[in-house]
């Protein structure tokens, strides 16, 4: 009997100090809750140099392909000094991803988010967070996914950059359309602008923006972010007419009103 009332007390303690870590979160607002449709299935996609942590939901295999490139998450901490780990603390392109209703959908984080393979070090998110290595590895990743199927890449700030990279330096996958959300497609303009650290090692879309303009391209800018001001990417996209503003949002916050459009394309 004393030991099942021990047991008893301590499922209700365990209990009580959920509650109160909920609670703390609401009032905190630090907290993120997450719905994983059951349709999405996580899975770890290894290459030679990095492992990808995926979310996706595949079922026509002949039909095309969507994929949301993560940002750049938690790379840099409030002080601006380089954090041990770049997973996202913000949830947008999960959600993104988790909403959309085409037959083949999948959520791609950046190398050494959510899982960390022995070559993570700090550079990969912080100077070579572009590396050619790093583009690479994702673009390796990418096509074990997707085979050789049409597909339309949608990436979030530096997850645009990626979406770049990827789609002119490696012509066999098929991409199909480029989309972006307060995209970085200029990072030695975006450096400059805040007055940080070039990203000395990586690699740059500004060498290939002949090739960027011949695909399809939508790019979404909020007119309130302050992380990726507008300007910069009128400044680089070819045809203006491909940009679409989205008024008051941020960086991670106000794109609900888009949000239906990102997910139909």
Known sequence: MLIYMNKYNNIYNVMIIKIKM???CILLSGCHTLYIPEDFAYTEVKTPDFDFAIW?????KNADYKVYIEGDGYSFNENGIPTNDPTPRGVLVRELAFGDTHANVIYMARACQFIQHKKCTQKYWTTARFAPEIIAAQAIALKQITGTAPITLVGFSGGAQVAGLI???YPEIKIHKIITIAGNLDHPAWTQYHQVLPLADSLDLNNYRTQLAQFKQ???VG???EVMPPFLNQ???T????????KGATHNNGWQSVIPQIQAY
């Open 218 to 220: 939508v790019h979404y």
């Open 167 to 169: 789609s002119v330096l």
């Open 239 to 246: 045809d203006k007419a491909t940009i679409i503003k989205v």
């Open 223 to 225: 007119t309130a972010d």
């Open 235 to 237: 400044k680089f996209v």
């Open 56 to 60: 996706q939901k595949i079922t026509d």
């Open 22 to 24: 909920f609670i703390l």
